[in-house]
Structure formats: structure tokens, C-alpha cells
């Protein structure tokens, strides 16, 4: 089976890519660095044993999509599972912000992540199986003052593969949306949220337990995964939480000391 993972120099995507590596699964790696991808290529090859094909792309270009369908049709490659993984965000009031980060970012999270389901869903609807995991966040369930985007963008990744599933239902091809807390994958770093209460507050999970997680579920294929019990409270709790609040307190606990 082949699996297409995105975002897989690092974090969540490599451990993810550990996992199906170990059950003998044939991988194709996309991420921007080159670099990485040939090491991590060596390491799980001689590990596992498996195929690995790596693919440096910036999926933030409207055209790469299209670029990595077309080469791997060319060598007659339909992935079985898509994991769309690659994301990031940005911190800063929205007035303020870097446009260009920003429209990289919607690009990123929505677009590329919308485009390449579309490429190779239809291959997975005529074998009759399929495996589609979509990372998003706990971000999805709520508005997010100083990261408004960012919070958007995993909002609509949620409700995109929740409509898809119900799309899918009897076709053999499944949807799940992940949807963790603060992860330790380098994030925080990239999101310039050093001295926000978002990481501070609460204890990272790790990314080998989300990846382990994750894989586990999209096999079972579950629908939406909040990672932690802690979460799962807090987004069941938001059905009663006037959003007045909830931006309120987000605005508190996001904002830097």
C-alpha cells in the first residue's frame, strides 16, 4: 500500500511516517526540504525495508499539487492514504500581520490540502478503498483572537472533512480529521508564539503518542480524533460557552506576557 504524507520532514508527518513504515507500507514523503527528506528516506529504507519516494515541494504554490499528481501517475502510483499533514500559523494582531505569511498560509492549510483529496480521491472511490486523515486542531472548534487565520483555516479543514465523509459513506473510502492540542513539533517556534499563554498553560503532547494515536484511528477509520481527554472536555464544554467568552478568554491566554 502507498501512503502520501505531507509535512513529512518533521513532527507529527514523520512519526506518522514511522508508523506506516513499520506495518510495511510504501511511502511517498513531501515536504520543502530536500535535505531531510533523503535522510529520513535512509533511515526508514534501511529500518523497514519499504519504498520511499521523496518529493521536495512547497505546497503553498498553487501549482505543486498538480506538479506531484502528475509524477506519480507517470510511474503509475495511486496512494491507498492521503495524510494531509502540512500546516502552519502565525501569531499577531490581524492589522498587523505579514500578508504575504498569511495568503502562504491559507494556500497551505486550505488550498493544497483541498487540492490533493481532489487529485486522488478518485482513484480510492474506483478501487473502492481508501484512507484520507486530514490534521487540523483543537483550533477548529473555536474563533481564535491574535491567530484569527490560523484558526479559520483549521475551522475549515473540520468541517470540509466532515461534509466529505458523509460525501463517502459505501464507497470504501474513509475521512478522518485529527484534531490535537499543543504538540511539540516546532509550532511554537514558527508561529512566533514564544511568551503566549497557548503553550505555557498547558503540557505539549509529544508527537510520537499523536502519531501513534492517529494512525490507530484512520486503520479504524474513526471520523474526528481530539487528542487527550482534557480536550475532549473542553470542546464538548463550548456547546454551552457563549463565543463572547470563549474569545475573551482566548484573547487572555493567547496574548504574550
Known sequence: MWVLITGASGGIGYHLAL?????????????????????????????????VIVISSDLSVSGAPDTIFKQLSDQDIHP????????????????ETNWKLESDMIMLNMHALTHLTKLFLPAMIQ???????????????MPGPLMAVYYASKAYVLSFSQALSAELKGSGV?????????????????????????????????????????????MKRRLVLIHRLIFKILIFSLRFTPISFVTKALMVITKKK
Do not use: W
Not at 80 to 95: H, I, M, P, Q, R
Open 174 to 218: 474513509s475521512v478522518t480529521v485529527l484534531c490535537p492540542g499543543p504538540v511539540t513539533t516546532g509550532f511554537e517556534e514558527k508561529a512566533d508564539l514564544k511568551g503566549s499563554g497557548l503553550f505555557s498553560l498547558m503540557k505539549p503532547a509529544s508527537a510520537i503518542d499523536v502519531a501513534k494515536y492517529a494512525y490507530r484511528a484512520t
Open 80 to 95: 491507498e492514504v492521503l495524510v494531509n499533514n502540512a500546516g502552519f500559523g502565525l501569531y499577531g494582531y490581524f492589522s
Open 19 to 51: 508508523e506506516f513504515a513499520k506495518r510495511k507500507n510504501n511511502l511517498i514523503l513531501i515536504a520543502r526540504s530536500a535535505d531531510k527528506l533523503e535522510k529520513i528516506s535512509q533511515e526508514i529504507t534501511a529500518s523497514y525495508g519499504v519504498k
Open 127 to 141: 478501487n473502492k478503498n481508501g484512507y484520507i486523515l486530514n490534521v487540523a486542531s483543537v483550533a477548529a472548534f
